[in-house]
């Protein structure tokens, strides 16, 4: 059993930032991709972005790209996501994740799922 604890969510200005930290634990794999999915009100869930085991590969969506950074410290098994002028679409639920690589991102869905942390952009 894999447990995903996430932090730093909360309530921001149109333009501010955020860092989301997420950490594993438990019977994690040797070696892990690390996401972010987030869901608004009334929305469906939408993939975020990934970060590879080793940190050298990232993706984002293009609604994030530019604006979002993702880093992981592999020896805490922990995942930090930098927000930056955000923007009141970017309000939702942001809920870390496990998968075994990056690519399995690609299906829409993950392994393993942290309860989520309330991100809200005001504007």
């Known amino acids: 059993q894999v447990q995903l604890v996430e932090s730093g969510g909360g309530l921001v200005q149109t333009g501010g930032s955020l860092i989301l930290g997420c950490t594993a634990s438990?019977?994690?794999?040797?070696?892990?991709?690390m996401g972010w999915f987030r869901q608004a009100p009334g929305k469906e869930r939408e993939f975020v972005a990934t970060i590879s085991w080793d940190g050298d590969f990232t993706y984002y969506i293009d609604a994030v790209k530019g604006r979002f950074t993702l880093s992981r410290d592999g020896a805490k098994n922990t995942m930090y996501l930098q927000m930056n002028n955000l923007k009141p679409e970017d309000t939702a639920i942001y809920y870390c994740?496990?998968?075994?690589?990056?690519?399995?991102?690609?299906?829409?869905?993950?392994?393993?799922w942290g309860q989520g942390t309330q991100v809200t952009v005001a504007s």
């Open positions: 994740t496990t998968n075994p690589e990056t690519r399995d991102y690609a299906l829409g869905t993950a392994d393993n």
């Open positions: 438990g019977r994690t794999r040797s070696s892990y991709a």
